[in-house]
């Protein structure tokens, strides 16, 4: 069984064949979708460092073939797989899913599919926001037009809360759920109840969080925050949302969700690769991302 994978190296992009699987996680599965976004955007463009090659791809669906610990009950069964588990952000600091076959730590499995569609692989995305809403209160800010920040926008404004978007860059996006959407500070209101960080863009983060009031900031961990330039004497509440964070979901809210996701849909393109080599014309991603479909 030999393993194919589109890894990204100094600032390279190369589809490798391995002899063999290599074996670095617990669990061992087979690609069957695979999202590529902002993350892979990141790496690409040169504004997410990384310091060792590093397969692509953030998210999406596995079919699991080997189990190397006792928790066969995974073996056979589809499960998406999410950005967030336990030993950093995939596709980023350990191998994503741009590869036949993949071996992941169990803490990216995140939920049991019976028959997976190309949009699954959204899911995690899905949850994720679903949890920076749960924390936001109106009216509220939202920096970035990434498929986070877009979600997040739809998400709000099916559960009645008002918000605003600020984006210096992929402003386009937003339009695709007709959200309201400012790209230079100086238009924006100066106070707010709840800011929310989701893009990579550092100056753009940096320019909110210095130049605007608010009492609540929401970070998502997604958007590799490692600086927050507070002014001094500021009283602000901080709240980092990432999976150590996450709680089951009421039905009310997942179907909200689910309502606002279908307007992205049409933004979001399912291609079917045959090869890896088609892959790397599809990288940087363009707008909201692509789901690659392996057959």
Request: charged content about 20%.
């Amino acid at each position: 069984m030999r393993q194919k994978s589109l890894v990204y190296s100094s600032g390279v992009v190369e589809a490798i064949e391995y002899p063999a699987v290599v074996v670095t996680g617990s669990v061992l599965g087979k690609t069957v979708y695979a999202y590529i976004g902002d993350i892979e955007r990141g790496v690409i463009s040169g504004y997410i460092p990384v310091n060792k090659p590093v397969v692509l791809g953030s998210s999406g669906i596995v079919r699991v073939i080997e189990v190397l610990s006792e928790k066969t009950e995974y073996t056979g069964k589809y499960y998406t797989v999410t950005p967030l588990g336990s030993r950093g952000i995939l596709g980023l600091s350990v191998n994503g899913l741009l590869s036949n076959y993949v071996s992941l730590d169990d803490s990216y499995l995140e939920e049991e599919l019976t028959t997976p569609t190309p949009m699954d692989a959204l899911r995690p995305f899905f949850k994720h926001v679903a949890q920076l809403a749960s924390v936001c209160e109106e009216p509220v800010l939202v920096e970035g037009c990434g498929l986070t920040g877009v979600m997040l926008g739809g998400f709000l404004r099916e559960l009645g809360l008002t918000s605003h978007h600020y984006c210096e860059r992929g402003r386009r996006n937003a339009s695709v759920l007709d959200l309201d959407v400012t790209s230079h500070i100086s238009n924006l209101s100066r106070k707010w109840r709840t800011l929310v960080i989701t893009s990579l863009n550092t100056a753009s983060k940096f320019r909110v969080m210095r130049e605007l009031e608010y009492s609540k900031l929401v970070i998502s961990v997604l958007s590799l925050t490692d600086l927050i330039p507070l002014k001094a004497n500021y009283s602000v509440k901080v709240v980092v949302v990432g999976r150590e964070n996450s709680t089951s979901l009421s039905e009310y809210v997942i179907n909200k969700g689910k309502k606002a996701l279908q307007g992205l849909l049409k933004a979001i393109r399912v291609i079917k690769a045959s090869d890896l080599e088609s892959i790397r014309g599809l990288l940087p991603p363009r707008g909201l991302g692509t789901v690659i479909e392996f057959s």
